[in-house]
T-cell receptor, first 111, second 115 residues
Framework: KNQVEQSPQSLIILEGKNCTLQCNYTVSPFSNLRWYKQDTGRGPVSLTIMTFSENTKSNGRYTATLDADTKQSSLHITASQLSDSASYICVVSGGNNRLAFGKGNQVVVIP | EADIYQTPRYLVIGTGKKITLECSQTMGHDKMYWYQQDPGMELHLIHYSYGVNSTEKGDLSSESTVSRIRTEHFPLTLESARPSHTSQYLC??????????????FGEGSRLTVL
């Protein structure tokens, strides 16, 4: 079983609307959690990093939250744009010197 | 934009051919990685290197091999390609800190199709 589960697997949203992506993990001990954005045909690019003591962090229209107690993170996209169409990958770093990757949330923004 | 480059971006070859996927970075990062990515699936680490002359196998078994003769260069080689090797291969690098906890900088990927 994957140590990082993301939901929904895919979603379609109208341009200008908000959406929230979920990431649940079982990695322990926990070091940090990153959200990456991967455009079609490109490599992933880091959006945010969350450490144990951080609850929320914003990067423009992207806001990530972390609840280390329940081992859950979310990525909220505000006022979506067509350029937000991408796969969003949750990556958790643990103390065992390894990264655990989720399968990604595939977001499609339509006009 | 990350300064990490992969070539070729796309490659279609026949079974049994030898191929080398190139990866170069100009950021001076000691740590470099190769990941395999299939549609709808998570990235799987197949090789990594913590510096020159250091290479290790990752979590996913792979018939490919890698070398790290120069800091900036981390090529991946398949001696005899098979259709099961068809996939997207992503090269990445990171700097400093605890291995595998720093930000990964990815190349654009090499999409390999073996007929």
């Amino acid at each position: 079983k994957n140590q990082v589960e993301q939901s929904p697997q895919s979603l379609i949203i109208l341009e200008g609307k908000n959406c929230t992506l979920q990431c649940n993990y079982t990695v322990s001990p926990f070091s940090n959690l990153r959200w990456y954005k991967q455009d079609t045909g490109r490599g992933p690019v880091s959006l945010t990093i969350m450490t144990f003591s951080e609850n929320t962090k914003s990067n423009g229209r992207y806001t990530a939250t972390l609840d280390a107690d329940t081992k859950q993170s979310s990525l909220h996209i505000t006022a979506s744009q067509l350029s937000d169409s991408a796969s969003y990958i949750c990556v958790v770093s643990g103390g065992n010197n390894r990264l655990a990757f989720g399968k990604g949330n595939q977001v499609v923004v339509i006009p | 934009e990350a300064d990490i480059y992969q070539t070729p971006r796309y490659l279609v070859i026949g079974t049994g051919k030898k191929i080398t996927l190139e990866c170069s970075q100009t950021m001076g990062h000691d740590k470099m990685y190769w990941y395999q990515q299939d549609p709808g699936m998570e990235l799987h680490l197949i090789h990594y290197s913590y510096g020159v002359n250091s290479t290790e196998k990752g979590d996913l078994s792979s018939e490919s091999t890698v070398s790290r003769i120069r800091t900036e260069h981390f090529p991946l080689t398949l001696e005899s390609a098979r259709p099961s090797h068809t996939s997207q291969y992503l090269c990445a690098s990171s700097e400093g800190g605890h291995p595998n906890t720093g930000e990964l900088f990815f190349g654009e990927g090499s999409r390999l199709t073996v007929l």
